[in-house]
Nanobody, 123 residues
Framework: QVQLVESGGGLVQAGGSLRLSCAAS????????MGWFRQAPGKEREFVATISTSSGMTNYADSVKGRFTISRDNAKNTVYLQMNSLKPEDTAVYYC????????????????WGQGTQVTVSS
């Protein structure tokens, strides 16, 4: 079992920044690829970013490329999502997920999820 707890969401004006954190407990964190996904009301959960077990490789959705940065600190069992130049269309509940060993951009591939943190960007 892996337990994930997101934090850092909130209300921010367009153009602003937020840093999300996802703290993991349970099984060996470093053995899991981590991903951030988001879900807006009435929409499916969509891929945002993913990072490999050793932080060597990352992937981003085209909609966030150049604005968001995913990182992880295996010593702290935490994955981060730095979000800059936020836009109203970034408004959603953001979830972190853990998948054994291999990164994926598909939500259904992930084994564990946090409860989510709300991000609201006002225009």
């Amino acid at each position: 079992q892996v337990q994930l707890v997101e934090s850092g969401g909130g209300l921010v004006q367009a153009g602003g920044s937020l840093r999300l954190s996802c703290a993991a407990s349970g099984r060996t964190f470093s053995g899991y690829a981590m991903g951030w996904f988001r879900q807006a009301p009435g929409k499916e959960r969509e891929f945002v970013a993913t990072i490999s077990t050793s932080s060597g490789m990352t992937n981003y959705a085209d909609s966030v490329k150049g604005r968001f940065t995913i990182s992880r600190d295996n010593a702290k069992n935490t994955v981060y999502l730095q979000m800059n130049s936020l836009k109203p269309e970034d408004t959603a509940v953001y979830y972190c997920g853990a998948r054994r060993l291999i990164r994926s951009v598909v939500a259904a591939d992930y084994d564990y999820w946090g409860q989510g943190t709300q991000v609201t960007v006002s225009s």
